[in-house]
């Protein structure tokens, strides 16, 4: 069986030591996660975290300031995934939740001090960064 090829991005935003956390709404699954989304057709992987860090948080980033820091392979049963992480450090705007069916709040962390509710796949990325790891794996159907 053909399964589908997803790509997202995601963001690993720094200030002052800490990283930006989404709190998802209830339904939503009410864990924290990273800002990003799924790139749409035509798009480019930084143009598609610019349109979702704004659509999501109410910031701007520009290309030049977005890393590439980590890329996850993720298998389910009805897809693959591939996530590419990008670490940023500048960004302009006032930084808010704008999609609060999805989200209820931003918040920081130390990369220390992570939350306990925060999503398993991006609390194996952020293990994994740490360690220096540009790549990573995960089985969805067997964690």
């Known amino acids: 069986m053909e399964r589908k090829i997803r790509i997202k ?3 690993i935003l720094y200030h002052r030591g800490k990283i930006l956390l989404l709190k998802q709404t209830k339904p939503h699954g009410g864990n924290y996660t990273l800002v990003g989304g799924t790139m ?3 798009e480019y992987a930084k143009d598609t975290l610019i349109r979702e860090s ?3 948080a109410g910031i701007k980033l ?3 300031d977005l890393n590439l820091v980590h890329v996850l392979q993720k298998n389910k049963s009805s897809e ?3 996530t ?3 670490k940023a450090y500048k960004w302009e705007g006032t930084l808010r939740a704008k999609e609060p069916w999805k989200f209820q709040g931003v918040a920081w962390y130390s990369l220390d001090e992570l939350p306990p509710n925060l999503t398993p796949t ?3 990325v952020m293990q994994q960064y740490r360690k220096g790891q540009v790549y990573s794996e995960w089985d969805k159907d067997s964690k």
């Open 80 to 82: 693959r995934r591939l």
């Open 62 to 64: 520009r290309p030049q």
């Open 9 to 11: 991005v995601r963001l």
């Open 40 to 42: 749409e057709a035509g």
């Open 122 to 124: 991006v609390r194996h």
């Open 84 to 86: 590419m992480y990008f």
């Open 54 to 56: 704004f659509e999501e």
